[in-house]
Each structure stands twice: as C-alpha cells, then as structure tokens.
C-alpha cells in the first residue's frame, strides 16, 4: 500500500510496499502518477508538461507536470521513490517569482481558490 503524506498544499506518494524499480514502463508506482495525471484532467485540470524544465532539463521532461484549474495550478514531479503534486495560486502572492514560492501557500490562499 502506497505512504500518502499530506503537509499544506503539497501531497507526497510514497511507494509503500510496492518493489523499487527504475525502470518506468510497467512499474505500478509509474503507472499511479500517470493515472492521478489522468485523474486531474478528467475532472476539468489542464495537464501538460514543464516547459522550464523541458528547456533546462529535458531528460526529466517526461516525469515533471504543470496544470491547473482556473486559478488553481500545480506542479507534480516523479521520482522512483515517491511521487509529489503541489498546489498554488499566483492571484495573491509575496513572492516577487509567483505563488510556488510563497511560504504558507494555504493560508496566502483566497478562500475560494482553498475549497477547490
């Protein structure tokens, strides 16, 4: 059984029980994250991939997704051990490089953008 921890905006999935593999293709952890990535879009989130981390990164370009729903945006990023999905808003934000990086990102939120 999947660890799902769960601090502020930021949901982590852990791998749990399931076996340690770095191979993608076929391996239930991969397979979840692309099921929640499904999941999101079917319920009215647009999903699509980093465009930053195609252009810095592009080997990591398949396991990083941005999205989100009206105001509501996301980052989710894969990794072997865990997957993480984080949301923001960037309405209200301190931070001069959007609300990602806004430290209390629930509370910073509108109350509105919170219940969705």
């Known amino acids: 059984m999947p660890k799902v921890t769960i601090c502020d ?9 399931l076996p ?6 076929g391996n239930p952890h991969w397979e979840n994250f692309k099921d929640l990535m499904r999941f999101l879009g079917s319920i ?8 930053e981390i195609k252009k810095k990164f592009p080997s990591l370009n ?12 996301f980052k989710a990023q894969y990794a072997p ?4 999905i984080e949301f923001y808003q960037d309405v209200f934000h301190e931070n001069s490089h ?8 629930y509370e910073k939120m509108p109350y509105l953008i919170q219940k969705r």
């Open 62 to 73: 398949e396991t990083n997704r941005v999205g989100g729903f009206d105001d509501l945006r």
């Open 20 to 25: 340690h593999s770095f191979k993608r293709e």
């Open 44 to 51: 009215g989130f647009y999903v699509s991939e980093d465009k």
């Open 81 to 84: 051990n865990l997957f993480e």
């Open 9 to 17: 905006t930021k949901f982590c999935v852990g791998r749990g029980e």
């Open 98 to 105: 959007g609300g990602f990086y806004d430290f209390d990102k």
